[in-house]
Every structure is written in C-alpha cells, then in structure tokens.
C-alpha cells in the first residue's frame, strides 16, 4: 500500500512539473468535481491567474457552498483595508473617587473597546492587562482600596452569543461569544468530579464569579457523552448527558468574562499587599470624585491578530475584528453592522458579492455560503494591493499537513499558504501560491461528500499537486 502511495506521489510531481496550463488545469480540477464522492454534494473550485486578472479554470464557480472558517479570511481582508496592519485596540482604565494619603476610595473602571486578545494566552509577550493596572496603582501610592471595580462592556451589544450559531456550541471552547469586553479568551476550565449521574466540587479555574453550573445528567452510565449548554440570562453553563465515574477537566466558553476580569484583579491585589475592601456604592459617599485615565492598554497590532487567528482558526477574535469594523466605520458594534459594512467595501472595489451570503465573521455558522468565483476574485484584490505594504498572504500559514498525506511530502507544504474550514460535512481551504510572491489565488469548497474525510482530504492534495507540485516559479 505505502509503495502504490510513493507511487503515485511520484507520477503526480513529474505532471506538475510541466507549465500549467488552461487545459491541464481544468482537467485536474473536473477530475476532483466529477469525482464519484461528491455525486450528491455540492463543490465550487476556482484557480485564478493574478497577474493575468483571469480565471484559468473552475468547476461550478459561481455555486455559493458553506464556508465554515475560510469565511476567516474575508473578514480579516476587511479589517486589513478598512482598519490597517497596524490597528491596535485600545482599553482606558481610569480611577474615579478620591485619594487620601495611601487610601483610594471609589471605583477602578475599564470602558471595553472589544479587544478579543485581553488577556489572552496567544499573545503572552503583550503587556499583561492586570499587572499593568497593579503598576499604576502602586505608582500613586495606593496601598489600601475601598469600592468597587467596575467595568463597561456596552460597545458590542448584548447577547454576545451569535443567532446563526448553533445552541450545542455555545458552551464549548470554541463557540465563545464576544463582549464589549473580552478576557483570557473567555474561557475557563470547569472541573468537577462525576460518581453516577452526580457531580461534586464543581468550579472553574479561573474562577467565574456569578456563573451557576447546572447537572442534568439523566443517566448513570459510566460512558463519556457530555454535552454542554449556555444560558446567557441566568447565566449559567448545563451539563447533560452522561459521564462516566471520574475527574473531569474541561475548556468550557464563559458567559461573563468581565467578572473573570474583575475577580482576578482583585486577588492580584490582595497577593501584591494591597488591602482591599469591595464595598458597592463607595464612590456615591466621595465627596469630590475625580476621574482620571491611569492606563490605556494597547492590543498587539491587527496583522498579529490575523496572523494568529488564521493559524489557529479562532472564532472569538474573527468574531471581534467583524464587530471592529462596524465601530471602526461609526456603526454600532453587531455582526450585522459589520456584515453590512464588509458587503459594501468589497462592492467598491469591484467585486461582486451576490454569491456572498455571510452571518457572521468567523464562519461557524452553517448559513455561511460562498462562491469560489468571489473568494478568487477577494485573494486576488488582497495580492495586487498591498495595504502599508502588508498582504494577506504573509500573515496566512503553510500548507504542511492542514490537508492530505501527499503535500507534506512535496515542496508545496511550505511553497503554499492556506486557511482550511471544516464543520459537520463542510471541507474547505482557500490559498496562494507561491507563498512568498502568489501568482495564483485558489478555492476549493466541498459540502456533503461520501466517505471519510480524510479520504476526501487526500483527494484534494491529489488536484493541488496535480496543478501546482514542483512548478518553478518562485
């Protein structure tokens, strides 16, 4: 089997190796659309020439198929035209009340800016938010602290959950909502211990203060099949199904991340000495309140934003950059807003965008619908105009394994960038090549195939290498 696998790998490089051409092209492609596994599917692929500003070959083009997390990159396109590569978010923190001598009485307040990697554990070289408020605290010479830390989230309305997303992924680690004010990736571990349909010593680390967790485990078998549900308004995180006898570590989305927020400074300061008395309604007893700005964090720059989120895939912080966009452009931050702002800048440049049918920013939701045609015609944009000299290929990642067994083994896995999307029978990727100078901007989309989807996967690779393998361009 691995020999008849060399095999073919071998056959494939020495067709690639010739110039590609329309016809080879096409032929590579129809192969993959006509293939028998996507009889009863729907599939749209496009290879566009970018230097020539044409469509060298495709297979149903103008079919509009789920996304999944390829809608990533044309959300992070928007923000890079409308917002720049060197956009940063920025969080003021100011002290309101008075202080006498080394006693500060009144309010710590943070006014949320929708900054999605607050706290956040992908960018642990950026400052970190609550050291950063501890230092100018112990700058003024505050020692002791009686009030309240308060903290305004009303950028990005309430809920922060999305309509479009599915109920079962909310409570999972990657269906986190976006707030006005985000924090540690709005997630925590909830742990607990399961004996026969029971849980015992239930609790979050971080903790989540105000955030009720709710057994409804109806069987006691002792067979994992744990489902998690969100309720916003309570809030509260539901466990279901069945678990079996043992300790539980989950990653979970949390509902209310300024109270992590508010929690966790708090002990901060208690562990740097300060006293602190959380007393609600201080600041209405101060006399001569004043409101001073001691801090404005600053997120890292939108490129590293993007550059980690198409890596990773994440939701939480696409989710934030759709929102940026609509406040970036004076609307109100919802995914409508920013939706409606994304239609109408590709529009100006020329694109249409009748095919684009988007429900959010990150592509988890499964009414997310493209065509290959715009997806080619948006890289291409992207590649021809660079914006402060920044292109969406340089923050995209290798190929490498994201797809099938066969790139790995060719030059391509480093030679081609790409963001893959896969959900419930979606596989998608979308790319360049060549990485570093992309002369080529590709789409491939595929909704409800038969077989496995690493059969599919394998199926793609063979198509890429059939049209890109060990091309000499550089």
Not at 429 to 439: L, N
């Given at each position: 089997?691995?020999?008849?696998?060399?095999?073919?790998?071998?056959?494939?490089?020495?067709?690639?190796?010739?110039?590609?051409?329309?016809?080879?092209?096409?032929?590579?492609?129809d192969?993959?659309?006509?293939?028998?596994?996507?009889?009863?599917?729907?599939?749209?692929?496009?290879?566009?020439?970018?230097?020539?500003?044409?469509?060298?070959?495709?297979?149903?083009?103008?079919?509009?198929?789920?996304?999944?997390?390829?809608?990533?990159?044309?959300?992070?396109?928007?923000?890079?035209?409308?917002?720049?590569?060197?956009?940063?978010?920025?969080?003021?923190?100011?002290?309101?009340?008075?202080?006498?001598?080394?006693?500060?009485?009144?309010?710590?307040?943070?006014?949320?800016?929708?900054?999605?990697?607050?706290?956040?554990?992908?960018?642990?070289?950026?400052?970190?938010?609550?050291?950063?408020?501890?230092?100018?605290?112990?700058?003024?010479?505050?020692?002791?602290?009686?009030?309240?830390?308060?903290?305004?989230?009303?950028?990005?309305?309430?809920?922060?959950?999305?309509?479009?997303?599915?109920?079962?992924?909310?409570?999972?680690?990657?269906?986190?909502?976006?707030?006005?004010?985000?924090?540690?990736?709005?997630r925590?571990?909830l742990?607990?211990t399961?004996?026969?349909g029971?849980?015992?010593?239930?609790?979050?680390?971080?903790?989540?203060?105000?955030?009720?967790?709710?057994?409804?485990?109806?069987?006691?078998?002792?067979?994992?099949?744990?489902?998690?549900?969100?309720?916003?308004?309570?809030?509260?995180?539901?466990?279901?199904?069945?678990?079996?006898?043992?300790?539980?570590?989950?990653?979970?989305?949390?509902?209310t991340?300024?109270?992590?927020?508010?929690?966790?400074?708090?002990?901060?300061?208690?562990?740097?000495?300060?006293?602190?008395?959380i007393?609600?309604?201080?600041?209405?007893?101060?006399?001569?309140?004043?409101?001073?700005?001691?801090l404005?964090?600053?997120?890292?720059?939108?490129?590293?934003?993007?550059?980690?989120?198409?890596?990773?895939?994440?939701?939480?912080?696409?989710?934030?950059?759709?929102?940026?966009?609509?406040?970036?452009?004076?609307?109100?931050?919802?995914?409508?807003?920013?939706?409606?702002?994304?239609?109408?800048?590709?529009?100006?440049?020329?694109?249409?965008?009748?095919?684009?049918?988007?429900?959010?920013?990150?592509?988890?939701?499964c009414?997310?619908?493209?065509?290959?045609?715009?997806?080619?015609?948006?890289?291409?944009?992207?590649?021809?105009?660079?914006?402060?000299?920044?292109?969406?290929?340089?923050?995209?990642?290798?190929?490498?394994?994201?797809i099938?067994?066969?790139?790995?083994?060719?030059?391509?896995?480093?030679?081609?960038?790409?963001?893959?999307?896969?959900?419930?029978?979606?596989?998608?990727?979308?790319?360049?090549?060549?990485?570093?100078?992309?002369?080529y901007?590709?789409?491939?989309?595929?909704n409800?195939?038969?077989?496995?989807?690493?059969?599919?996967?394998?199926?793609?690779?063979?198509?890429?290498?059939?049209?890109?393998?060990?091309?000499?361009?550089?």
């Amino acid at each position: 089997m691995k020999k008849t696998f060399l095999s073919l790998l071998v056959a494939l490089v020495a067709v690639a190796g010739q110039a590609l051409n329309r016809e080879s092209a096409q032929r590579a492609i129809d192969a993959f659309g006509g293939d028998t596994a996507l009889a009863h599917g729907s599939v749209t692929v496009a290879l566009y020439d970018i230097e020539a500003d044409t469509m060298v070959a495709a297979f149903n083009p103008d079919l509009s198929c789920i996304t999944a997390s390829t809608m990533k990159t044309v959300t992070s396109s928007s923000a890079l035209c409308l917002m720049g590569p060197n956009f940063k978010f920025k969080t003021p923190v100011y002290l309101i009340g008075e202080q006498k001598g080394k006693k500060f009485k009144g309010s710590i307040h943070v006014v949320g800016a929708g900054d999605p990697t607050l706290g956040s554990a992908y960018f642990p070289e950026n400052p970190n938010f609550v050291a950063e408020i501890i230092a100018q605290l112990k700058a003024r010479g505050i020692e002791k602290f009686e009030g309240e830390i308060t903290v305004d989230t009303s950028l990005i309305p309430w809920p922060a959950s999305h309509g479009w997303w599915e109920v079962g992924d909310l409570g999972w680690s990657y269906g986190m909502g976006i707030h006005g004010f985000n924090f540690f990736d709005n997630r925590s571990y909830l742990k607990f211990t399961a004996k026969d349909g029971e849980i015992f010593n239930a609790h979050f680390e971080p903790a989540v203060p105000g955030v009720q967790i709710i057994n409804r485990f109806i069987s006691k078998e002792s067979v994992d099949n744990i489902d998690l549900r969100l309720e916003e308004g309570t809030p509260a995180l539901v466990l279901h199904g069945t678990a079996a006898n043992k300790d539980y570590s989950m990653r979970v989305a949390i509902p209310t991340p300024s109270t992590l927020f508010v929690d966790s400074l708090q002990r901060a300061m208690v562990a740097e000495g300060f006293k602190v008395k959380i007393k609600p309604g201080a600041l209405a007893k101060v006399k001569n309140a004043q409101k001073v700005q001691i801090l404005e964090h600053q997120s890292p720059k939108l490129a590293d934003i993007i550059t980690s989120l198409l890596d990773r895939s994440d939701n939480m912080f696409t989710e934030g950059l759709l929102r940026a966009i609509a406040v970036h452009t004076g609307h109100k931050g919802t995914w409508e807003a920013g939706v409606a702002v994304v239609d109408s800048l590709w529009r100006s440049k020329g694109i249409d965008t009748r095919s684009v049918f988007q429900r959010d920013g990150s592509g988890l939701a499964c009414a997310n619908k493209i065509s290959g045609r715009f997806f080619v015609h948006m890289l291409s944009y992207m590649a021809k105009h660079p914006i402060e000299g920044v292109r969406l290929s340089q923050l995209m990642p290798p190929v490498r394994r994201r797809i099938g067994k066969l790139i790995p083994e060719t030059p391509l896995a480093e030679n081609m960038v790409v963001k893959s999307g896969s959900i419930n029978a979606v596989q998608c990727f979308v790319g360049y090549f060549p990485a570093k100078r992309p002369k080529y901007a590709w789409a491939l989309l595929a909704n409800n195939w038969i077989g496995t989807r690493a059969d599919l996967r394998d199926k793609m690779d063979v198509m890429l290498i059939s049209l890109f393998g060990q091309s000499e361009i550089e």
